[in-house]
């Protein structure tokens, strides 16, 4: 079967360039199709999807970079060249900034034509080629991410209702030396499935899965209930946790902002000292409203600060190594705060304590 040939459009309001163009494109072994205005010309890339479009950009009626301009909603894979009857350098640069691939002073030679349209169809099948990739890696990702949600996850979570069953004597009488291996793998078994989920909310953040579900979300609410959440663990570490709420609604995804706001606190606490507090404050700023979450632990010199967001970070010292963590919290924090398009920072003095403030944009619906 012979191969279709590239159809190349001629937008030109000069029947003269209309005609030699289609001569040189046909000898050239492509499929000319014409269009003696903007208007025809955008009906015709709708209709017949050409490979390029060669526009004019001097027409009565709609202008060539008007054409230009509205090709990209049409077919944003149509690749637009424009004729250029005054070669001023100028509308050549606006043309190529409004999306154009390359220009073509008139006049020009039939070779220039065909050198001009080879080169963006070899341009055209690389674009193509590239998204076809990036469909593929897109649909791996899926593919991994169902993997391991069910194949990974599922059978963790069976093993672990075993271990409760065990537990609670339902499967007979349990000695104490099997109660406490099996309160061991119990823990161990917990860590895994942290790591898993924590490994899942990345991804699922990384591919923007979150930012199409956003609604108005009362953070003075939410911090209360992490507050209520985290007094427990708090109590562990010796550690006061007091929240001074502003009604604030924001824009987000409330599991997502639970689990940003539940990694900083839980931080907070851990890297505290005995006797030490962490308060969580709120106040807005123009039209973001923001959390300082104020602690006044261990702190975090310097040198490491850079790097504290980074993925399995984990800052080495000597108070750190008896605190379990796997460096994922504040990188998880971070995506899911810059995904809600608000920004993350830190104030740190070792051996005095930290603070990171979340920025937040805030929610226009002010009844929540
Ligand atoms: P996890 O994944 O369980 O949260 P983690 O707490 O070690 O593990 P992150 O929350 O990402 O990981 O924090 C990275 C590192 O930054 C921590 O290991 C700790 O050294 C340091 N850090 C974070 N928050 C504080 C804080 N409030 N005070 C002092 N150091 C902190
Ligand atoms: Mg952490």
């Given at each position: 079967?012979a191969?279709?040939?590239p159809?190349?459009?001629?937008?030109?309001?000069?029947?003269?360039?209309r005609d030699?163009?289609s001569?040189?494109l046909?000898?050239?072994g492509?499929?000319?199709?014409?269009?003696e205005?903007?208007?025809?010309g955008?009906?015709k890339?709708?209709?017949l999807?050409?490979?390029?479009a060669?526009?004019?950009l001097?027409?009565?009626?709609i202008?060539?970079?008007?054409?230009l301009e509205?090709t990209?909603?049409?077919?944003p894979?149509l690749?637009?060249?424009v004729?250029?009857?005054y070669?001023?350098?100028?509308s050549?640069v606006e043309?190529?900034?409004?999306?154009?691939?390359?220009?073509?002073p008139k006049?020009?030679a039939p070779?220039e034509?065909?050198?001009i349209i080879?080169?963006a169809l070899e341009r055209?099948r690389?674009?193509m080629?590239?998204?076809?990739?990036?469909?593929?890696?897109?649909?791996?990702?899926?593919n991994f991410?169902t993997?391991v949600?069910?194949?990974?996850?599922?059978?963790?979570v069976a093993i672990q209702?075993?271990?409760?069953?065990?537990?609670?004597g339902l499967a007979?009488q349990v000695?104490?030396?099997?109660q406490?291996m099996?309160?061991r793998?119990?823990e161990r078994?917990?860590n895994l499935?942290?790591?898993?989920?924590?490994?899942?909310?990345?991804?699922?953040?990384?591919r923007?899965?979150i930012?199409d579900?956003?609604?108005?979300?009362?953070?003075d609410?939410?911090?209360?209930k992490?507050?209520?959440f985290l007094?427990p663990?708090?109590k562990?570490y010796?550690?006061?946790?007091?929240?001074?709420p502003a009604?604030?609604?924001?824009l987000g995804?409330e599991?997502?902002?639970?689990?940003a706001f539940?990694?900083i606190i839980t931080?907070?606490?851990?890297?505290?000292?005995?006797k030490?507090?962490?308060?969580?404050?709120?106040?807005?700023?123009?039209?973001?409203?923001?959390?300082?979450v104020e602690?006044t632990?261990?702190?975090i010199?310097?040198?490491h600060l850079?790097?504290?967001?980074?993925?399995f970070?984990?800052?080495?010292?000597?108070e750190?190594q008896?605190?379990?963590g796997?460096?994922?919290g504040?990188?998880?924090a971070?995506?899911?705060?810059?995904a809600?398009?608000?920004?993350?920072?830190?104030?740190?003095?070792?051996?005095?304590?930290?603070?990171f403030?979340v920025r937040?944009?805030r929610?226009?619906d002010?009844t929540?």
């Amino acid at each position: 079967m012979a191969e279709k040939k590239p159809t190349v459009l001629v937008i030109d309001d000069e029947e003269a360039m209309r005609d030699s163009c289609s001569l040189i494109l046909a000898r050239g072994g492509y499929a000319p199709v014409t269009a003696e205005n903007g208007e025809v010309g955008l009906e015709k890339i709708r209709e017949l999807k050409p490979e390029i479009a060669l526009i004019d950009l001097k027409m009565p009626g709609i202008s060539g970079f008007e054409v230009l301009e509205k090709t990209k909603d049409i077919d944003p894979q149509l690749i637009p060249i424009v004729i250029t009857g005054y070669a001023t350098v100028d509308s050549a640069v606006e043309a190529m900034k409004k999306g154009a691939y390359d220009f073509l002073p008139k006049p020009f030679a039939p070779e220039e034509l065909r050198l001009i349209i080879s080169r963006a169809l070899e341009r055209r099948r690389l674009a193509m080629e590239a998204e076809t990739l990036r469909r593929e890696k897109k649909l791996m990702e899926d593919n991994f991410i169902t993997m391991v949600t069910h194949q990974l996850r599922s059978p963790l979570v069976a093993i672990q209702q075993y271990f409760e069953v065990i537990l609670a004597g339902l499967a007979g009488q349990v000695d104490k030396t099997q109660q406490e291996m099996i309160l061991r793998a119990r823990e161990r078994l917990d860590n895994l499935l942290g790591l898993i989920n924590d490994w899942l909310d990345l991804a699922r953040i990384d591919r923007g899965q979150i930012v199409d579900k956003l609604k108005p979300v009362a953070l003075d609410n939410l911090l209360k209930k992490q507050v209520e959440f985290l007094a427990p663990l708090a109590k562990e570490y010796e550690v006061s946790l007091e929240l001074k709420p502003a009604k604030g609604p924001v824009l987000g995804d409330e599991q997502m902002l639970d689990q940003a706001f539940s990694n900083i606190i839980t931080n907070a606490i851990k890297y505290n000292k005995p006797k030490g507090s962490v308060t969580i404050s709120m106040h807005h700023e123009n039209s973001f409203i923001v959390v300082k979450v104020e602690d006044t632990g261990i702190g975090i010199a310097r040198e490491h600060l850079p790097f504290i967001f980074d993925q399995f970070y984990r800052v080495s010292r000597r108070e750190d190594q008896k605190i379990k963590g796997t460096g994922l919290g504040l990188s998880i924090a971070k995506k899911i705060v810059e995904a809600h398009n608000g920004s993350i920072e830190v104030e740190s003095e070792p051996g005095q304590g930290s603070t990171f403030s979340v920025r937040l944009p805030r929610s226009e619906d002010e009844t929540k």
